[in-house]
């Protein structure tokens, strides 16, 4: 059960992309736009340090 788990998780982080600065800023935008709130200040200050702000 847990080597099960645990090749489960490895196969989700396998899969997954590592987005630039410029694709997470455009997603932060875009959930803005929706009417979302980001929640972690902290999130938006690293995508904003990332493009140089």
Do not use: C, H, S, Y
């Amino acid at each position: 059960m847990k080597a099960a788990f645990l090749q489960w998780i490895r196969q989700r982080i396998q899969g997954r992309k590592v987005l630039t600065e410029i694709e997470r800023a455009r997603m932060l935008i875009a959930a803005i736009d929706r009417g979302g709130i980001p929640l972690n200040p902290a999130r938006v200050n690293a995508i904003a340090r990332d493009l140089g702000l």
